[in-house]
């Protein structure tokens, strides 16, 4: 890295998650709970009466086969919710990633896939960043 880049603080970062990380990172919010449901990712564009298109996010959770209350209990305890709308479980699960701060810029379909462009403030980064 040059030594200029010590002298400027950026002011946004940016993310590119593709929809199988997102999987992945839900399944290790989930924990012990991953086993008793079906994960599906998706996401669904919302257009706004400003005219900006909105991305929001979903995680659809669907109960396996013998679903008992204790494993409803369990479910809870991560913050999902099986009887939710999908966006608050896709809302609660970039949350957890990104905290309350950051805004999906954009979703993009290509090849391999689609994924999200994620930005944040850097002074949020910085602070949510676990030391190496």
Same mark, same amino acid.
């Given at each position: 890295?040059?030594?200029?880049? /010590? &002298? ?6 940016? @993310?590119?998650? $593709?929809?199988?990380? #997102? ?47 204790? /494993? &409803? ?6 913050? @999902?919710?099986? $009887?939710?709308?999908? #966006? ?45």
């Amino acid at each position: 890295m040059s030594r200029y880049l /010590d &002298r400027i603080e950026p002011e946004d970062v940016r @993310f590119l998650m $593709d929809l199988s990380e #997102f999987k992945t990172i839900v399944l290790d919010i989930l924990g012990e709970a991953r086993d008793l449901v079906n994960i599906q990712i998706n996401y669904d564009l919302l257009d706004e009466p400003e005219g900006d298109t909105l991305v929001r996010p979903m995680v659809q959770l669907n109960e396996i086969s013998k679903f008992t209350e204790e /494993d &409803r209990h369990t479910l809870l305890q991560t913050g @999902f919710s099986i $009887d939710g709308e999908p #966006f608050d479980n896709g809302d609660y699960a970039m949350e957890q990633i990104f905290g309350a701060e950051y805004s999906i810029l954009a979703v993009t379909e290509d090849e391999d896939g689609a994924f999200f462009t994620i930005e944040m403030p850097y002074r949020n980064f910085e602070k949510q960043k676990s030391p190496v």
